[in-house]
């Protein structure tokens, strides 16, 4: 590696944040000067990536803590995108970082990627908020999240690194993502493309049959941002710290929400049903509210529902646009973007000759 050359290295670059980022990485203007490097976990994926990108793929997972700390050591910039929520894993990479700085002076930076679930509430869908968190205002969130909150112990474990002068510490935080990955990495077929949230609501909604569902009144507000917006962020950062690493935001104040709108949960819903009824997939556009017991069968946790689908988690990001971040995607393209993500995941029609086949059989069984 030449000593001139950024080290980056990346985790989660199969997946939908990563993938996307990590397509930006290999497109940016800068790019002959990254030495890249990705970890990814599994063996057809990385031989892909190996084929296509100009990156050094190295084999494994979050689990293989001493590779985490290795890899993290040789970087100049870690991009943690594959799971918010793995502390051992981020301690891993911190530990890297770590050792970097001690032996060379210089501070690394972390961008960790978590998300505005540790700014829910427990409203169920029932009731919006007028709390909103400004990014701007880090006392905002010490003193009105609790440490228990989503991904909270990993922002905090992060934020304590970044204290102890160890490395730079930037938390992206999205909300509620939308639209679907693009670009030769998801065309493989092997990149997962979709996002959480709104996929979460459209499988469940199909799964349980009755048309599409609502976490109560569905009154409760998130913000959205697109998925390209998304990976500009990270680039926005990158280029941030590449330029003027001492005068960014970290630590304590490192924490970037994105959003770019807001959206009631019943207007999500009711767009939902309107493209069942479009595609001849329910009968009545009108949301029904899911039960406990449907949350639970086809979530696995009604709790993972009523978070994910009937919280307020309100914010605006107001530190990343002064870093120079402008979202292009709007409210009006998260709905637009709704029926392609319901057309998605419906079921594949059969052929017409195989469904008169079926139709035969019913009717002469
Ligand atoms: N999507 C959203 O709306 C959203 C919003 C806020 C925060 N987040 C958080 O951001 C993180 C990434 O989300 P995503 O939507 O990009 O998820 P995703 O599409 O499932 O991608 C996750 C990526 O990380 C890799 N990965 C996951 N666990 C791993 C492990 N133990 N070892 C090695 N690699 C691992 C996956 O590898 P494989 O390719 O092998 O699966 C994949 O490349 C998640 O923690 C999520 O909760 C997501």
Redesign the pocket.
């Known amino acids: 590696m030449s000593a001139s050359k950024t080290n980056i290295f990346i985790?989660?670059?199969?997946?939908?944040?990563?993938?996307?980022v990590f397509q930006r990485l290999v497109q940016h203007p800068n790019a002959a000067n990254f030495n890249l490097t990705a970890?990814?976990?599994?063996p057809e994926?990385a031989k892909f990536v190996r084929e296509n990108f100009p990156v050094n793929v190295v084999e494994?997972?979050?689990?293989?803590l001493d590779k985490l700390t290795d890899l993290s050591e040789r970087a100049d910039v870690v991009l943690n995108?594959?799971?918010?929520?793995?502390l051992a894993?981020a301690n891993a990479i911190m530990q890297g970082l770590k050792r970097r700085h001690e032996k060379t002076g210089v501070k690394p930076t972390l961008i960790h990627?978590?998300?505005?679930?540790f700014l829910v509430d427990d409203a169920r869908g029932m009731f919006s908020t007028d709390k909103i968190y400004h990014d701007s205002k880090p006392e905002e969130i010490e003193n009105g999240v609790p440490d228990s909150a989503l991904?909270r112990n990993v922002d905090l474990a992060v934020i304590d690194a970044d204290r102890k002068g160890w490395l730079r510490g930037l938390i992206i935080?999205?909300?509620?993502?939308f639209g679907m990955?693009s670009g030769p990495l998801f065309d493989s077929g092997?990149?997962?493309k979709?996002?959480?949230?709104i996929p979460l609501l459209i499988k469940i909604s199909l799964a349980r049959g009755r048309g599409a569902g609502v976490v109560g009144e569905g009154k409760s507000i998130w913000n959205h941002v697109h998925?390209d917006d998304?990976a500009d962020s990270y680039i926005v950062l990158l280029d941030a710290v590449l330029k003027n690493p001492d005068t960014i935001p970290h630590g304590r104040e490192g924490i970037y929400l994105l959003e770019n709108g807001e959206h009631t949960w019943i207007d999500v819903s009711k767009a939902v049903g309107k493209a069942f009824v479009q595609l001849g997939l329910a009968k009545s556009a009108k949301p029904v509210p899911f039960t406990e017991a449907e949350l639970q069968k086809y979530i696995g946790s009604s709790f993972m529902g009523y978070l994910a689908l009937g919280s307020n988690a309100r914010g605006r990001a107001e530190q990343i646009r002064t870093l120079g971040w402008k979202p292009k995607y709007t409210t009006a393209d998260l709905f637009a973007n709704i029926k392609p993500e319901v057309q998605a995941h419906a079921p594949a029609k059969k052929p017409f000759v195989q469904r008169v086949a079926v139709k035969f059989q019913q009717i002469f069984h």
């Open positions: 985790t989660g670059a199969t997946g939908y944040i990563g993938g996307s970890l990814v976990r599994s994926k494994g997972s979050n689990a293989d995108i594959a799971d918010s929520d793995d894993a990627t978590s998300g505005t679930g991904h935080s999205p909300p509620t993502i990955g092997l990149v997962n979709h996002s959480l949230q998925i998304v």
